[in-house]
């Protein structure tokens, strides 16, 4: 079986686990809708300074749910050693961080989907002006944080790691994400999207260098 | 082939691809695996040969779950060198696990998975006929229940799921880690006949157990404690 094959068949199995337990989505998108209207509420009822700050507000909001994602995607693996299964199997390894990656994609962008629109209807977001940009800097730093969250989600298993280190490694490899995703929002969403092209270069730059990376070391990170 | 007149080539070939006549189905020299600073295996030297039936008992902590993983490249030796079906065991391990197939007392299921669709999903890692799904259910008693979320199961009906993923392939080498762990009689003899038929085929097998009613297929016994192999004993010594 190819590599693509594999891939597909580690994500189809990632997301049959979640459609059936919704696990992921059953705790990242309460804590997103409750994380964004906490910080609706405590900024008042300024619509300017909610403009200014929706596009920020709203990618910590995915970037908090995602970490929530990544460690969900692994517990699966982990409940009854099946992780082990993974690596005595004779599949590709970089099979399971792209497959692992790919259904974490789809889980955050049906959580974005859900909560994009909440935010502009609260923080008075304009959607409608790049809606291209604005799908691209989503999708892009979607891609981005599963990757980087499905590289060292992996780490959480291992019996060398401790659950708490996660944040410490994602959170600062996720800051170009975190920038260039605001950036790029807050373009598109002031009628700028026209020039959102450096930023939303600076995403498919990070999403190509951490998938290459990952292909290349998931399988020594998932070893003893 | 490497060429007689490269040295390098020729160790680089010995460590990494089969042994020319009839390598060991496991061969370990001093093998030691530390986890922290505690051993859970020291110094172990064992050679077993294709066609073997190999029983490992102990008490628990002894160390045999951490020799099985081992063998199944699992785990890495912490020190010390060894190879398995001729493939050694840090260089030859993809190799290895190709040929092998680890059958321990966790189950490595899916909880929210159906038993069919673990055995399903096992057989798109290994390249296996689907087809053989049902069949491999029904052999195990589990025909009826193979459409339920593995997470209702008990143990015992886990176990067996684990015995049907096992019996999907005719690997070289079988491990079976506390196989009979949860199963009942039935279930235990599904595992005693996998084990006969490996023995009748030629393969090779490793049981490690506490069951003193199982076993009695095995060739061989080996004793451990303390993370040792202990000098074999003879038939009448086991008994």
Request: proline share 5%.
């Amino acid at each position: 079986m190819t590599l693509l094959g594999q891939t597909v068949a580690v994500a189809g199995k990632d997301l049959r686990i979640e459609a059936r337990g919704r696990y992921a989505l059953g705790a990242v998108l309460p804590f997103a809708g409750t994380l964004l209207v906490a910080f609706g509420l405590s900024l008042g009822p300024g619509r300017t300074l909610l403009q200014q700050t929706a596009p920020g507000l709203l990618w910590l909001a995915v970037l908090f749910a995602s970490i929530l994602a990544f460690r969900q995607a692994y517990q699966a693996e982990g409940e009854d050693g099946a992780i082990e299964g993974l690596l005595l199997s004779p599949i590709d390894k970089a099979a399971v961080f792209l497959g692992k990656a790919a259904a974490v994609t789809l889980e955050l962008l049906v959580m974005e989907a859900a909560v994009v629109p909440i935010v502009a209807a609260m923080f008075a977001l304009s959607l409608g002006d790049a809606p291209l940009v604005l799908v691209g800097a989503f999708v892009l730093g979607t891609i981005g944080l599963a990757a980087v969250g499905s590289l060292f989600g992996v780490l959480v298993e291992s019996p060398r790691a401790r659950e708490a280190v996660f944040p410490l490694l994602i959170l600062p490899l996720a800051t170009p994400v975190l920038v260039a995703g605001v950036k790029a929002t807050e373009l598109a969403a002031t009628g700028r999207g026209g020039q959102a092209g450096s930023w939303l270069s600076l995403l498919v730059a990070f999403d190509l260098v951490v998938l290459g990376v990952g292909t290349l070391v998931f399988g020594h990170l998932l070893e003893d | 082939m490497a060429s007689l007149t490269d040295p390098d080539a020729l160790v680089a070939e010995r460590r990494s691809g089969p042994e020319e006549i009839a390598p060991p189905a496991v061969r370990l020299s001093a093998v030691t695996r530390v986890f922290g600073v505690a051993p859970a295996l020291v110094r172990a030297d064992l050679r077993v040969e294709r066609g073997e039936v190999l029983l490992v008992r102990g008490p628990n902590g002894a160390g045999k779950s951490t020799l099985l993983r081992v063998i199944a490249t699992a785990l890495s030796p912490t020190y010390g060198s060894g190879s398995v079906l001729g493939f050694d065991l840090v260089t030859g391990r993809e190799e290895i696990r190709r040929r092998i197939e680890l059958l321990g007392h966790r189950t490595r299921l899916y909880e929210d998975l159906t038993a069919k669709e673990n055995l399903r999903f096992a057989c798109t890692m290994y390249g296996l006929d689907p087809g053989e799904v049902d069949p491999v259910l029904r052999r195990v008693g589990l025909a009826g229940a193979a459409g339920e979320r593995v997470r209702g199961y008990s143990q015992g009906m886990r176990q067996r799921v684990a015995v049907a993923r096992a019996l999907l392939r005719t690997p070289e080498l079988l491990l079976l880690d506390e196989p009979y762990a949860g199963l009942d009689e039935a279930g235990k003899d599904v595992v005693d006949v996998a084990i006969l038929a490996a023995r009748a085929e030629g393969r090779t097998a490793v049981l490690a157990t506490h069951d003193r009613t199982r076993g009695s297929m095995a060739t061989r016994t080996v004793f451990m404690d303390g993370g040792r192999l202990l000098p074999e004993l003879g038939a009448a010594e086991v008994r």
